[in-house]
Structures are given as structure tokens and as C-alpha cells.
């Protein structure tokens, strides 16, 4: 038994009564948002989008913000797709962290996220999946401190 969403996403219910989320679609959905206000506003539905970060705004720190209490699965992954020369910054409850420049960014337990200018690249990516009141992170940084956690 297979039910179609949204014509992108088909959920399959299994054997055992497990639910398998199938892509109908062969290509990754890509958001690259312009940032004229200072902000990217995600939603729910926006779900399994690839959000390349362009150059920032004139403001001193973008804000990226997440849906607050999304189903458990809700995913995005960020994509550096420049150089950047100012912070984007993302609240809420996270537990994971990156590998960067050959070591390891902790970013367990904090409640903000920054993508810092200057030290994150192109390239650097962070995927972050929603799960039972937090967001899981895992990602790749070239710098050090391309991903700066406050708790």
C-alpha cells in the first residue's frame, strides 16, 4: 500500500508496518534563496531541500530559520555555495557535530548554530534532521571553525 503526497514523495507502509518515504522524482530539490531581508524562513513542507547559502545581505549576521516543531524526519542539508563574508545564523536544539580542517566541531547540546564568515567555504555543507524535539547535524568544513556552536 503506497500513498503520493505531493507528486514528489510517495510513503510506502511495509511489511512489518514501518514507513519508507520513496523520491518520485530523479533530481534533489535545490533552494537558493536570495537574502534581501536578512532572513531565510524554512518550512515543514519544504522538506529534503538541498538550501545553497548565497552571499549575504549588507546586515552583520543572516538569520536562517528552522520550523520549530516539524515531524520527526524533517530535513534540509546547507550548502556554503560561496565563500561567505557574513555570519548565518540558525537557533534551536542541536546534538552532533562536523568535521572540519581534520578535527572535530562538537556541536551537541547547543542552541544556536553559526555559519561563520570567513572561515566557511564553499563546499562546506551541514545536513540537519528533526527528530523528537531536536535537530541532528552532521556535515564537512574545510576551516576550523566554520560551524560555531552557542550553547
Not at 537558493?32 to 548565497?54: C, F, H, K, Q
Request: charged share 20%.
Amino acid at each position: 500500500m503506497s500513498e503520493v503526497v505531493d507528486g514528489n514523495l510517495e510513503y510506502i507502509i511495509g511489511s512489518s508496518g514501518n514507513y519508507l518515504t520513496k523520491r518520485k522524482k530523479g533530481i534533489l530539490d535545490v533552494y537558493a534563496p536570495s537574502v534581501e531581508s536578512n532572513a531565510i524562513v524554512l518550512t515543514e513542507d519544504m522538506t529534503g531541500r538541498i538550501v545553497v547559502l548565497p552571499d549575504a545581505s549588507a546586515g552583520d549576521a543572516d538569520v536562517i530559520t528552522l520550523p520549530v516543531t516539524p515531524q520527526s524526519g524533517t530535513y534540509f542539508k546547507f550548502l556554503v555555495g560561496v565563500d561567505l563574508t557574513q555570519n548565518f545564523v540558525m537557533a534551536g536544539v542541536f546534538e552532533g557535530g562536523c568535521s572540519a580542517a581534520g578535527g572535530y566541531e562538537d556541536l551537541a547540546a547547543t542552541t544556536s548554530v553559526t555559519f561563520t564568515k570567513v572561515k566557511a567555504k564553499a563546499g562546506d555543507y551541514l545536513n540537519c534532521m528533526y527528530h523528537d524535539g531536536k535537530w541532528y547535524v552532521d556535515g564537512i568544513a574545510t576551516t576550523a571553525g566554520s560551524y560555531a556552536p552557542t550553547s
